[in-house]
């Protein structure tokens, strides 16, 4: 699928030539993010809380505690939205009417699908290597008792739409503006610390490469 399929609840109305309908843009921001923040309506109250979250292949991954209430909810069949934002720059305007935010963000639609079995244990391996890559192969598989107390689902890509800023601020030859005044773009991005180890992990024990690997992305500047 390479474009993303539109209706009524994935059609951007407000600056409509902001959104992007092409798949491939979709997988980058899902990609690129490690947190979706999720909503749902529980007992008549919309409630949205934070996930680590994945992309694998057309789904989104998440997962967190089997007591969590809203990924009760959706495992028992409940429609939620996953939305993430990734910030890159401070739009620096001329009037506070103009300043804004470049951002791309994505919003998916859904009812989720629980894993179980090797699909749920796959899921947690994809989920932990897209947060530290190859962090898998470094550690233990989990436990039984673990898996036990931990719920995965699956929410499938096919309703989403992306939105996107990537421009300076708006600026017009009327606007009466004082061309002296500074304007322009603050770019943002994330950016990992030194990796600080455990209080009991021995002298001499390096950085994992996935550690290193995860520190490196965020260094990476964005063009």
């Known amino acids: 699928m390479s474009e993303l399929p539109l209706d009524e609840t994935t059609r951007v109305r407000r600056l409509p030539e902001r959104q992007r309908t092409e798949r491939a843009e979709l997988d980058a921001v899902l990609d690129a993010a490690m947190v979706a923040h999720v909503g749902v309506v529980r007992d008549g109250q919309p409630v949205v809380i934070p996930f680590a979250s994945a992309r694998d292949g057309d789904g989104l991954l998440l997962h967190g505690s089997t007591g969590a209430g809203l990924l009760r909810a959706a495992a028992a069949g409940e429609p939620v939205c996953a939305t993430v934002t990734l910030l890159d720059g401070l739009v ?3 009037s506070v009417f103009d300043h804004s935010m470049n951002y791309r963000s994505a919003v998916v639609l859904g009812v989720p699908e629980v894993l179980e079995g090797e699909a749920k244990e796959r899921a947690l391996q994809v989920i932990t290597d897209h947060l530290l890559p190859g962090r898998t192969s470094e550690v233990r598989a989990s436990t039984r008792k673990e898996l036990a107390a931990t719920l995965v689902v699956r929410l499938p890509l096919d309703r989403a739409s ?14 009466g503006e004082d061309r002296g005044t500074w304007a322009g773009v603050v770019p943002l991005q994330t950016w990992a610390g030194d990796p ?10 390096e950085v994992p490469e996935s550690v290193r690997a995860a520190v ?5 500047p964005r063009r």
């Open 92 to 94: 620096v305007a001329r």
């Open 162 to 175: 992306v939105k996107v800023r990537a421009a300076p601020a708006t600026t017009a030859p009327d606007d």
């Open 196 to 205: 600080q180890p455990h209080h009991d992990v021995p002298d001499g024990v």
């Open 216 to 220: 490196a992305a965020t260094r990476t």
